[in-house]
C-alpha cells in the first residue's frame, strides 16, 4: 500500500499531486465512490478530467496510459474504478470547458 494513503492523506489529494507533474491547465479529480455500493467513506472510483499540452499530438490511448503509468500504484490497489478525460487546452476550449458524466455502475450499484 502507498505509504502516503497511511499517513491520513486522501487517495483524492494524492492523484492531485501526482497530476501536477503534466503541468495542467485545467484538473478536476472527483471521487464518485458514493455512487457505487462501497463502505461509505471509500475512495475507490474516480473521474478525472486533466487538460495538459503534454497531450498535444497524442491519440487519446497513449494519453490514457501516461496517466495509468503515473497512477500505477494505485491502480494497483486503492483504485477501482477510473474515467479518464484527458485534453489539450485547445480541446478544452472546443468543448466548452465540459466533462461528460461517467457511466452508471452496472455491478451493485445504488441506482
Given at each position: 500500500?502507498?505509504?502516503?494513503?497511511?499517513?491520513?492523506?486522501?487517495?483524492?489529494?494524492?492523484?492531485?499531486?501526482?497530476?501536477?507533474?503534466f503541468?495542467?491547465?485545467?484538473?478536476?479529480?472527483?471521487?464518485?465512490?458514493?455512487?457505487?455500493?462501497?463502505?461509505?467513506?471509500?475512495?475507490?472510483?474516480?473521474?478525472?478530467?486533466?487538460?495538459?499540452?503534454?497531450?498535444?499530438g497524442?491519440?487519446?490511448?497513449?494519453?490514457?496510459r501516461?496517466?495509468?503509468?503515473?497512477?500505477?500504484?494505485?491502480?494497483?490497489?486503492?483504485?477501482?474504478?477510473?474515467?479518464?478525460?484527458?485534453?489539450?487546452?485547445?480541446?478544452?476550449?472546443?468543448?466548452?470547458?465540459?466533462?461528460?458524466?461517467?457511466?452508471?455502475?452496472?455491478?451493485?450499484?445504488?441506482?
Amino acid at each position: 500500500m502507498n505509504p502516503i494513503m497511511n499517513s491520513g492523506t486522501t487517495v483524492k489529494s494524492v492523484i492531485q499531486a501526482k497530476m501536477r507533474r503534466f503541468a495542467p491547465t485545467h484538473l478536476e479529480v472527483v471521487n464518485e465512490s458514493f455512487m457505487h455500493s462501497v463502505p461509505e467513506g471509500t475512495e475507490s472510483h474516480f473521474n478525472i478530467t486533466l487538460v495538459s499540452e503534454q497531450f498535444a499530438g497524442k491519440t487519446l490511448v497513449a494519453r490514457h496510459r501516461m496517466v495509468n503509468q503515473v497512477l500505477a500504484e494505485e491502480l494497483a490497489g486503492t483504485i477501482h474504478a477510473l474515467a479518464l478525460h484527458t485534453l489539450t487546452p485547445d480541446e478544452w476550449f472546443e468543448n466548452g470547458g465540459q466533462t461528460p458524466d461517467s457511466p452508471p455502475c452496472l455491478g451493485g450499484s445504488k441506482s
